[in-house]
């Protein structure tokens, strides 16, 4: 927590200084404040190369106040937004950046992204073929970043920046996950098979085109996937965890000590809880949670991962202390404010189940499914009007489910 303090006194102390030297450069030529704005723009670039995305928001937000007019600051500074969690801004800087250049595919790309993670795949499958049909002039000066990734420890690992030619793979890659979730099939693994003809040095395509095979049982094609990411980057952790479902007893006793190092019996139990929840085995995973915590008792995943357990057990109140330990050991994991507020509302206690909800919108305001749960405990607390605009929202968000107590509730109200 102590570090936490001095990193934002520091960067107070920063922006305080750099807030000071704004004000003279609002007074500066254009051409001067173009420059200036140029040397903020490149400051936030070094910042998200470091995996500092908060950071470098701040640099571009310094840079648009001086010059506005930049479809790459506005892009900039939308990837900053989406690579530290805040994708409601970032699609409004990518929207921004289209209004100043409606060319900008690096935009309409990131965009199509964020409208995917929002399940509106409507929509970003129509991005995505546009650039698709657009792909041999797709150029972009931009720096696009590919975000960052955390090891075994929870430790960030910035996964670099983006050549053309990835972003041209990924477009493939990103329609056919779109496509996934849309149920069409052969137009999903067509895109898969394209993304690595365009790029096979890319083990992700693999594991995900894997993925995608195992959920259609072929298993032996799933299987090829997985050790062909392995030829690429032999300790891919989401390759080698995936292929240790589908190999003997032997391969899989090799694999997990890749995985987990032989001799940390935490992770250990960890993984064989994770491996028993997947299959229903809900009290043999909850004494391996219970194991796993007794040796670390501050590990956020294990904590959240068994109030999971304990609520698929019916044990709400027990899940619900387990749900809040875990976001008070790590306030990243705010996703547990969601599972409070469904473990409330099998309780049947909606306004509890109601605040924690909200809690986790503030800084989550685009997750549909959310609002619906949330529009539910309202309907069921009686109060239609907030039931009304808590649905209304998780509809436009694109949770169909909505639709129905929406009409109810909205109804009734007319």
């Known amino acids: 927590m102590q570090r936490t303090h001095l990193w934002l006194w520091m960067l107070m102390i920063a922006f305080t200084t750099d807030g000071l030297a704004q004000r003279m450069d609002i007074n500066a030529s254009p ?12 400051k936030g670039n070094q910042a998200g190369s470091r995996g500092q995305f908060s950071l470098a928001v701040l640099y571009y937000d310094s840079a648009l106040r001086l010059y506005g007019g930049s479809t790459e600051y506005f892009f900039a500074r939308g990837q900053a937004k989406e690579l530290a969690g805040n ?36 929509q970003a499958a129509q991005d995505f073929t546009f650039l698709i049909n657009n792909v041999e002039t797709f150029e972009t000066q931009a720096i696009v970043f590919k975000g960052a990734s955390y090891d075994e420890k929870g430790e960030m690992i910035f996964s670099g920046i983006a050549t053309l030619e990835d972003m041209k793979a990924d477009v493939y890659l990103a329609r056919a996950l779109t496509y996934e979730q849309m149920g069409f099939n052969t137009p999903t693994m067509l895109d898969f098979d394209k993304a690595i003809e365009l790029n096979n040095h890319e083990p992700n395509y693999y594991v995900h085109r894997g993925l995608f095979k195992l959920n259609k049982e072929d298993k032996e094609g799933a299987e090829a996937d997985f050790r062909s990411a392995l030829e690429i980057d032999q300790y891919h952790r989401l390759a080698l965890y995936n292929l240790s479902f589908l190999v003997d007893d032997e391969e899989k006793d090799e694999i997990n000590k890749i995985l987990y190092g032989v001799g940390d019996f935490a992770m250990a139990y960890s993984r064989r809880a994770f491996e028993k929840y997947q299959k229903g085995k809900y009290e043999e995973a909850l004494l391996d949670y219970d194991s796993a915590l007794m ?116 109804f009734k109200l007319k």
């Open 31 to 42: 051409a001067e404040r173009k420059r200036i704005s140029e040397d903020y723009y490149q």
């Open 295 to 410: 040796i670390k008792r501050d590990n956020a995943n294990d904590l959240m991962n068994r109030g999971m357990v304990k609520a698929k057990l019916d044990r709400h109140k027990e899940a619900i202390k387990d749900f809040e330990t875990s976001v008070y050991t790590d306030n990243t994991l705010v996703r547990n404010f969601v599972l409070i507020g469904n473990s409330y509302q099998e309780l049947k206690n909606y306004p509890q189940a109601v605040t924690y909800y909200q809690r986790y919108l503030r800084s989550e305001t685009g997750d549909g499914v959310v609002y619906y749960n949330m529009g539910l405990a309202f309907m069921k607390a009686k109060k239609d009007e907030e039931a009304c605009q808590a649905l209304r929202t998780a509809y436009d968000l694109g949770e169909e489910r909505a639709e129905p107590p929406l009409e109810q509730v909205c």
């Open 87 to 122: 994708d409601i801004g970032a699609l409004t800087d990518f929207e921004a950046a289209l209004r100043v250049d409606p060319q900008n595919y690096t935009a309409i790309f990131k965009r199509a992204l964020i409208y995917h993670k929002q399940k509106n795949y409507k």
